[in-house]
């Protein structure tokens, strides 16, 4: 059995999905087929009731008929290193068993999103076990060049904190 996680993204203040988050979900269900789905994604946006995770399984379920007991949320995550570390932690706690770990997230994420999955994952999972899919960015023009620095910075501060 496979895998799916997928990364939350900032909700706006509504707490209504945002077109990258949406673009990531529906991404993920073009590969579902009877998976588990991890959706991971804490209450970044104070002003918002719900998490991330609560709002990516509603979507998953009301929108698409996912059965809820295919989808798990992580709902503790504030960034994308803790979406990785809290991830692990669910996966060994439920002894979830899969062959194959597909991670979704918008392709201006995707590059930072392998290294730190790559590393708290590296014991776990072998090579060609751990995937990661681009979903469309969502964003254009100078929004997403804007995205793409701020990348490459939390990239590199990454990096140098975990020596990787």
């Not at 990258?20 to 529906?26: E, F, G, K, P, S």
């Not at 590059?111 to 999972?125: A, D, E, G, P």
């Not at 899919?133 to 990239?155: A, F, Q, T, V």
């Amino acid at each position: 059995m496979s895998l799916i996680v997928i990364l939350g993204e900032k909700l706006p203040k509504n707490g209504q999905l945002n077109k990258i988050l949406q673009n990531r979900l529906d991404k993920a269900l073009d590969l579902y087929h009877d998976s588990f789905i991890i959706v991971s994604g804490g209450r970044v946006q104070k002003e918002c009731i719900h998490t991330e995770a609560y709002v990516m399984k509603k979507y998953l379920m009301d929108t698409h008929n996912i059965p809820s007991d295919k989808i798990i949320q992580e709902s503790r995550s504030q960034n994308t290193i803790e979406n990785a570390k809290y991830t692990l932690k669910i996966i060994k706690q439920k002894n979830i068993q899969f062959h194959k770990m597909m991670v979704v997230s918008s392709s201006f994420h995707l590059r930072r999103v392998s290294n730190i999955f790559k590393y708290f994952f590296h014991q776990i999972l072998r090579k060609g076990n751990l995937i990661f899919i681009p979903s469309d960015n969502g964003i254009s023009g100078i929004n997403l060049k804007n995205r793409i620095e701020n990348e490459k910075l939390y990239l590199k501060e990454f990096k140098d904190e975990y020596k990787y």
